[in-house]
């Protein structure tokens, strides 16, 4: 009997791959930007309530946009069009428009705003306010500030995760790092990091947030925090006094500043090893860094001598420093060009079990262009499906997978291995029911 119940089975499985019914949706491709479209870089100046422009392909300032008094805290809107800037004296939020360089209508926030934070979506910004130790939200459509939210003391800096889920701030006087919930804007319990927490940044991957702590000699930190559990992980020791922290695009390297050294610590993130501090030269004070969006360039703020330090991210090696206004305490960058856009199309064959008992899957994926390189990780609503499977030849195949009885969402991930070449897509999702 049990021979002829396998039998069976078997027989099921043939007859339903004989009636293949599969799947088939191909995604709406993304634009990709043109080759030659400028990048700018936008530095706030503490001293003269101005915003400098520079023109990154030749490392030229323009004219200074006039901004609130003591600007503070800087980001950018993800699709490039808007620079928001906190101004501290004033607590208020200048709009830039990146189009113009012309600078709109403040927005009322709380006492003290530092550092500013986009979700990825660019439907909300969060503004952390330093003296009311409160998070004001605002709502980029109407620019309309929301409900604050209570936080730790002395708050500092934000950092959203790419999926947009939270939002991170460092509270200095507390010691702490308070995780916001996007979705309801609820604070959740603090987490433990070094003397002083400042600044903050989060792997591309979304796994690992690092937080700079501002301390002398051995509390001159940077502390890991695991984003999937919200606790405190190993702290790295680097140079006195880190205060700005900026990781590149394909994750492999943060560049940590020091101010009290005038220096800038590279930290290898494979290992979480400190390389050679970068020198900024004496006096300089660096302060904050980003990294240009292709990866090859990092650029320095130097508090002191009112200037921007370019790093070649390659060699390591500091360029000439880019003179600006007086007292530079933060730099964004607009996105620049995009990579090629990439198309992820998923397949998916479907064998039924008798008797109501689910069935099985074998998703695969085409991706294109051929030639790209990278996985796919293919999923059930939010559950992976295996592990990620390697792109060979524009095509993914993934292993067998069983499927409960009811109705399943799947989806096919690509991930470039060069994503500053190739974009990242999702397929469709394609309806199974067993």
């Known amino acids: 009997m049990r021979a002829r119940h396998f039998s069976l ?86 709009p830039i428009d990146v189009a113009t360089n012309t600078p709109g209508p403040t927005i009322p926030v709380g006492t003290f705003p530092f550092g500013v934070a986009f979700t990825p979506d660019g439907k909300t910004a969060y503004v952390v306010n330093n003296n009311s130790h409160n998070v004001t939200p605002i709502d980029v459509a109407t620019s309309t500030p929301g409900a604050p939210i209570p936080v730790g003391n002395d708050s500092h800096a934000a950092a959203v995760t790419p999926d947009g889920k939270t939002v991170y701030v460092t509270n200095s006087a507390s010691q702490s790092v308070t995780p916001i919930d996007v979705a309801t804007n609820t604070p959740g319990p603090p987490i433990p990091a070094g003397n002083n927490p400042q600044g903050i940044a989060i792997t591309p991957d979304g796994k690992t947030a690092y937080v700079t702590n501002n301390g002398n000699a051995g509390s001159a930190t940077v502390t890991l925090i ?153 999923k059930d609503g939010a559950s992976d499906l295996g592990r990620p499977v390697r792109v060979i030849g524009g095509r993914a195949i993934g292993s067998l997978a069983f499927l409960n009885k009811g109705t399943h969402s799947l989806t096919a991930v690509f991930t470039p291995a060069d994503p500053v070449t190739f974009t990242p897509s999702t397929s469709h999702a394609v309806t199974v029911t067993f």
């Open 9 to 94: 089975l078997i027989v099921s499985a043939l007859l339903a791959l004989a009636t293949l019914n599969t799947g088939l949706v191909t995604p709406a491709p993304r634009p990709a930007s043109a080759s030659t479209a400028l990048i700018t870089a936008y530095v706030i100046n503490n001293g003269d309530k101005t915003v400098t422009p520079i023109d990154v392909a030749t490392n030229t300032p323009g004219p200074p946009i006039p901004a609130g008094t003591n600007p503070r805290g800087v980001a950018i809107t993800p699709d490039g069009k808007t620079v928001y800037v906190t101004n501290r004296a004033d607590n208020t939020v200048t």
């Open 226 to 378: 695991d984003v999937a559990t919200n606790t405190r992980g190993i702290q790295i020791q680097v140079s006195d006094r880190p205060v700005g922290i900026a990781i590149t695009p394909d994750g492999k390297t943060a560049y940590v500043t020091n101010e009290r050294l005038n220096v800038v610590t590279p930290i290898d993130i494979a290992t979480n090893t400190p390389r050679t501090p970068i020198p900024m030269g004496d006096g300089a004070l660096p302060f904050a860094i980003a990294i240009t969006p292709d990866g090859k360039t990092a650029y320095c703020v130097n508090r002191d001598n009112n200037t921007v330090t370019p790093i070649d991210v390659a060699t390591g090696v500091p360029g000439t420093p880019i003179r600006v206004g007086q007292r530079p305490v933060g730099v964004v960058f607009t996105p620049g060009p995009k990579g090629t856009a990439t198309t992820t199309t998923l397949d998916v064959i479907k064998v039924p079990l008798p008797l109501g008992l689910g069935g099985f899957a074998i998703p695969s994926a085409i991706v294109a262009p051929p030639n790209v390189a990278g996985t796919v990780q293919f």
